[in-house]
């Protein structure tokens, strides 16, 4: 074992740093059973009432449905949150817990959540040590045998956590809350940059910005003199397979797309085989293929263009419609765009047909008619978007090692591999 450290209940930690039993340096309370609360005492607006469900990555989230009156949190004032405690959740999935800032004093723990009240802790590093995933593994040992995990106040009590010096525990805490407010302005930033090119899709879409070099106006074209429908199949899930030749895209694949454009090289998709696929056009790049069927309005006009196919076999399966467009009309690169325009999007959305399922077929996209500028300039929209996304990717990818790097950090400083004191 490294010089320093011992061998503990919870781990190896240094020399100087204790074990404790968490009840030793806290207390608890249970929020308040359900029949507490009445349905006359919800109200919209009011003060929030904090469930797991409220507890999102260390930070309490309230929703302006679940609030009650003044008077009903006054008549259980025991159970209101005080600045400086943990609010934890009990049920469901462990280690939800935030601590309470200044502003949320005041509201009621609810009756799937229980109070922490540290007297020894500093509390952002108690909300660290139970989030972290040695905790979690020892509440749901502690809970083998029953239907869920359900954290009441005796296993809370008599867990054993890990107990450095005060001013150890403060600088432990103050590391992490850095790394998460540089997440919180990585996240900002992505948002920012989104909005930015949803709103350029907005103006270059519709002709409202033109590009520097482009000018004339757009001409409406319908969509049904330039287009070629491709076959597709009509194979369930239950008929593909892990691994083959013949790459088939599922109209589910369409729908769980955060992406326009797809490269069938790279994205996840599953093989049809050969034989079945046999009477099934062959998907190139350009091709767009819809989703026909969508659960909801967004969903409709859902669609990715075909990228990078080359010597690769692709088809389109299942509650999918492909179209191949006359390339001097509609660019490659920008179909992919084509679901966003607005006068396509509403189109679409004006005939899809269903209750619990909205339709797209064919004769709603031959019969659209679409504002559309030259190829040239249609090229120079999409070549614009495609530098945001890469820019967005970019920001995302630093975003996802520095929560990496926070997860790594957890790991070395919770445990005292790293010491900063």
């Known amino acids: 074992m490294k010089a320093g450290y011992k061998q503990t209940e919870v781990g190896v930690i240094p020399e100087d740093w204790e074990v404790t039993s968490l009840g030793e340096h806290a207390t608890f309370r249970t929020g308040p059973f359900g029949s507490a609360l009445h349905k006359s005492d919800y109200v919209r607006d009011g003060v929030p009432v904090v469930n797991p469900m409220h507890i999102v990555d260390g930070e309490i989230v309230p929703t302006a449905s679940m609030t009650i009156t003044d008077s009903a949190a006054h008549s259980l004032s025991e159970f209101r949150l005080r600045q400086g405690e943990i609010v934890i959740g009990r049920r469901g999935d462990m280690g939800r817990c935030a601590v309470v800032q200044p502003h949320q004093a005041g509201w009621l723990c609810g009756t799937g959540s229980m109070i922490v009240r540290p007297t020894g802790f500093d509390p952002q590093f108690l909300q660290r040590v139970l989030s972290s995933d ?71 879409l519709t002709g409202k910005r033109r590009l520097p070099g482009f000018s004339g106006e757009w001409e409406v074209r319908q969509l049904g003199e330039h287009l070629e429908f491709l076959s597709n199949g009509a194979n369930s899930r239950s008929e593909l397979m892990n691994d083959g030749r013949v790459r088939y895209l599922h109209y589910g694949d369409i729908h769980g797309s955060n992406e326009v454009l797809l490269s069938p090289a790279t994205a996840a998709m599953p093989f049809l085989p050969e034989l079945k696929a046999a009477r099934l056009d062959r998907l190139r790049d350009g091709d767009l293929v819809f989703a026909d069927a969508s659960e909801d309005l967004d969903g409709v006009s859902k669609s990715v263009e075909l990228q990078n196919v080359g010597n690769l076999v692709v088809v389109s399966g299942m509650h999918t419609i492909a179209v191949r467009f006359d390339k001097a009309i509609l660019a490659d690169g920008f179909k992919a765009y084509l679901q966003f325009v607005p006068s396509f999007r509403s189109h679409l959305r004006r005939l899809a047909s269903g209750t619990k399922v909205f339709a797209t077929n064919m004769s709603h996209i031959a019969s659209a008619e679409v504002n559309l500028p ?17 820019e967005i990717t970019t920001l995302e990818s630093q975003r996802q090692k520095t929560a990496q790097l926070k997860q790594g950090m957890m790991q070395v400083l919770l445990t005292g591999q790293i010491r900063l004191v």
């Open 134 to 204: 040695a905790v979690i593994s020892a509440i749901v040992n502690s809970s083998v045998g029953t239907t869920m995990v359900n954290l009441n106040q005796g296993s809370l009590s008599s867990l054993q956590v890990q107990y450095p010096p005060l001013a150890e525990q403060s600088a432990i805490a103050t590391a992490l809350s850095d790394v998460d407010a540089l997440l919180a302005a990585q996240d900002a930033l992505i948002a920012k940059k989104r909005a930015i090119k949803q709103g350029a899709m907005q103006e270059l």
């Open 374 to 390: 030259r190829p040239e300039e249609q090229a120079a929209i999409s070549a614009v978007f495609t530098d945001m996304d890469t």
